[in-house]
């Protein structure tokens, strides 16, 4: 099914806001994103994205344990959005950009 991938923040004014694709994670969005969209991977493995943080929504809601998602993802989209360190707030569940790449490579689910 065709899941809306959104990237907020800078990264949305870097790549593009919105997507589509046949997806049922977040991880497989991420993929997706990687082998898409021209330069998504090399900012995540080149060190700029690697080094920011990321929290991921699934359905509006934040991604806190990756066993949730699947029930969370049976309607509507996925954001991938950027924190910004030292604001004051708390990173909590922010996913290092590095990691990322990693999962998306298949080395790993998310937040695992």
Request: proline share 3%; with cysteine; glycine share 16%.
């Amino acid at each position: 099914m065709l899941r809306k991938v959104e990237l907020l923040g800078a990264l949305g004014k870097k790549f593009g806001k919105e997507y589509e694709f046949d997806v049922s994670s977040a991880q497989e969005a991420f993929t997706a994103l990687c082998s898409q969209v021209e330069g998504f991977r090399a900012y995540f493995e080149s060190g700029e994205g690697s080094q920011e943080h990321y929290k991921i929504l699934v359905n509006g809601n934040e991604l806190t344990n990756p066993r949730e998602e699947l029930t969370m993802l049976s309607q509507g989209g996925i954001q991938i959005v950027p924190v910004v360190d030292g604001a004051g707030g708390n990173i909590g569940n922010a996913i290092l950009g590095g990691i990322l790449v990693v999962s998306a490579l298949g080395f790993g689910p998310l937040g695992d």
